[in-house]
């Protein structure tokens, strides 16, 4: 079992940032990936951005150029950094942690929500 721990939600005004971090602790498989899906109501939930304990990532079209997400192998923490922040953001952010070695077992945080208004 791996337990994620979120934190850095909130609200921002258009053009601001957050952070927002997801911190993984229990039997973590040594390769695997992290990230952050999002979701609003009504909607399926849909990757943001994801990176791997070899340093790949990947990032939806839409934050590409604004969100950036990095990793502490050591804490075995993730990290979404989030600039330039618009209303299309708002959503409930949920971290993940994939093992991607058999049986490529996927957990969930609890989720945060994001919300950017003026």
């Known amino acids: 079992q791996v337990q994620l721990v979120e934190s850095g939600g909130g609200l921002v005004q258009p053009g601001g940032s957050l952070r927002l971090s997801c911190a993984a602790s229990?039997?973590?498989?040594?390769?695997?990936?992290m990230g952050w899906y999002r979701q609003v109501p009504g909607k399926q939930r849909v990757l943001v951005a994801s990176?791997?304990?070899?340093?790949?990532?990947r990032k939806q079209d839409s934050v590409k150029g604004r969100f950036t997400i990095s990793r502490d192998g050591a804490k075995n923490t993730v990290y979404l950094q989030m600039n330039n922040l618009n209303a299309e953001d708002t959503a409930v952010y949920y971290c993940?942690?994939?093992?991607?070695?058999?049986?490529?077992?996927?957990?969930w945080g609890q989720g945060t929500q994001v919300t950017v208004s003026s």
């Open positions: 993940y942690f994939q093992d991607l070695t058999v049986p490529f077992r996927t957990y």
């Open positions: 990176i791997t304990s070899g340093g790949e990532t």
């Open positions: 229990g039997s973590i498989d040594s390769i695997n990936v």
